[in-house]
Nanobody
Framework: QVRLVESGGGLVQPGGSLRLSCTTS????????MGWYRQTPGKQRELVAT???????NYADSVKGRFTISRDNAKNMVYLQMNSLKPEDTAVYYC?????????????WGQGTQVTVSS
């Protein structure tokens, strides 16, 4: 069984920073792709950032240069460092891990953490 637990959301002023964390009950070495998505009411969930087991990263154009995804294998954690936050970054952020077992991909989602950017 795989369970993801997110933390780090909150209220921050424009231009401020937050660091989101996502931890799992198993070693993150077992995951092929780890990433962050976000969603606001009335809009579909969008990809924010991903990192692969080969440490290849991908970012949405809207967050490039401001957000950084990273991992700590010893702690089984993945982070999203968010700098220079803008009001349009306000959303519920979800972590997503993908695991491949016997050639089959399995996706796991966290429950989400609220990020609000407002003055």
């Amino acid at each position: 069984q795989v369970r993801l637990v997110e933390s780090g959301g909150g209220l921050v002023q424009p231009g401020g920073s937050l660091r989101l964390s996502c931890t799992t009950s198993v070693s993150i070495f077992s995951f092929y792709v780890m990433g962050w998505y976000r969603q606001t009411p009335g809009k579909q969930r969008e990809l924010v950032a991903t990192t692969t087991s080969d440490r290849i990263t991908n970012y949405a154009d809207s967050v490039k240069g401001r957000f950084t995804i990273s991992r700590d294998n010893a702690k089984n954690m993945v982070y999203l460092q968010m700098n220079s936050l803008k009001p349009e970054d306000t959303a519920v952020y979800y972590c997503n891990f993908a695991q491949v077992r016997t050639g089959v991909r399995y996706d796991y989602w966290g429950q989400g953490t609220q990020v609000t950017v407002s003055s």
